[in-house]
């Protein structure tokens, strides 16, 4: 899994979100552990290419995959709703951040403040 993970940041970093789907895939495939770490990776590399649905999707799967969504996955996906314009749904994340008793950072709050900005 941490193999898995690193290779996935360094695809996060160059910006090969297919790629990242991919060893996600193959990490289900090989049945090897996915974690938290996994799933956030492949949202920060929605978010950089603008993939807000598929970030939200992730997200949302997480508890299907036996994870609690932390508040980096959380400031990942409003961070992803940020970039393309989606005040709505990094307010609503912020909320359910909140709703979950997670405690928000100032990357959650100026993500949806900068998203409302943005519209």
Same mark, same amino acid.
């Given at each position: 899994?941490?193999?898995?993970?690193?290779? =996935?940041?360094?695809?996060?970093?160059?910006?090969?979100?297919?790629?990242?789907?991919?060893?996600?895939?193959? =990490?289900?495939?090989?049945?090897?552990?996915?974690?938290?770490?996994?799933?956030?990776? !492949?949202?920060?590399?929605?978010?950089?290419?603008?993939?807000?649905? =598929?970030?939200?999707?992730?997200?949302? +799967?997480?508890?299907?995959?036996?994870?609690?969504?932390?508040?980096?996955?959380?400031?990942?996906?409003?961070?992803? +709703?940020?970039?393309?314009?989606?005040?709505?749904?990094?307010?609503?994340?912020?909320?359910?951040?909140?709703?979950?008793?997670?405690?928000?950072? !100032?990357?959650?709050?100026?993500?949806? !403040?900068?998203?409302?900005?943005?519209?």
């Amino acid at each position: 899994t941490i193999s898995y993970n690193t290779a =996935m940041g360094a695809c996060v970093k160059c910006g090969q979100r297919q790629q990242t789907l991919a060893l996600l895939r193959e =990490m289900k495939h090989r049945s090897l552990p996915q974690d938290e770490i996994s799933c956030n990776a !492949v949202i920060s590399s929605c978010r950089k290419d603008g993939q807000w649905q =598929m970030a939200l999707t992730v997200l949302s +799967c997480m508890p299907e995959m036996d994870m609690i969504p932390g508040v980096i996955s959380y400031n990942a996906a409003i961070s992803a +709703c940020e970039k393309t314009q989606r005040w709505q749904h990094a307010c609503h994340l912020l909320e359910e951040l909140i709703l979950k008793q997670l405690q928000p950072t !100032v990357i959650s709050y100026s993500g949806a !403040v900068s998203a409302c900005d943005r519209s």
